[in-house]
């Protein structure tokens, strides 16, 4: 059995982007039944030298938007950082979801071997389409989707396994 570009890339993060809004509609629910302002859970970090919740969400969407757009050959849309509450972080989850269901199939797959250069702090990066995907994309989104779980679950909210992995019967 194979694996194309598409199906283990947009499908997987058009999951992983509806499973982290619905890990925020639940902090925002939390937020409002314990009478807790919600920008203390926006701004709520692991550790101090960590980023913010907000940060977390706008990488795991760039790094999704990126990803669609790099293996596609396509303009990489931008996003500015301005979304400070959870309706606004629905909102750009949201965006970055229609943005992936905008592609088809038949714009991903074929990209394995598509050269794909990331500017980086340490300077540039060079990936094939598929080492793109596998090696960077995918752990970076995770990270990211990971850390705003811990980080709201750190901070109280009740949350479990399944709200991470998101409904056994969906399929993206």
């Known amino acids: 059995m194979s694996i194309s570009m598409y199906q283990a890339s947009l499908p997987v993060l058009i999951r992983g982007l509806t499973n982290l809004q619905h890990i925020l509609g639940k902090a925002q629910a939390h937020a409002a039944e314990k009478q807790i302002d919600p920008s203390v859970f926006i701004g709520a970090r692991l550790y101090p030298d960590m980023l913010p919740l907000v940060r977390q969400v ?12 790099r293996l ?9 950082d301005v979304e400070q509450t959870f309706d606004e972080l629905h909102a750009r989850i949201q965006k970055t979801i229609d943005y992936l269901k905008s592609f088809d199939a038949a714009q991903i797959d074929g990209s394995e071997a598509r050269q794909i250069v990331l500017k980086m702090r340490v300077g540039p990066i060079e990936f094939t389409g598929q080492s793109y995907l596998l090696n960077f994309v995918l752990p970076n989104f995770f990270f990211h989707v990971t850390t705003a779980y811990d980080i709201l679950r ?3 909210v009740e949350l479990g396994k399944l709200d991470y992995l998101g409904g056994r019967n969906e399929h993206a």
Do not use: L, Q
């Open 72 to 80: 596609a050959g396509a303009e990489i849309p931008s996003y500015p």
């Open 154 to 156: 750190h901070s109280g």
């Open 58 to 69: 706008y990488i795991a969407t760039d790094t999704a938007k990126g990803c669609a757009a």
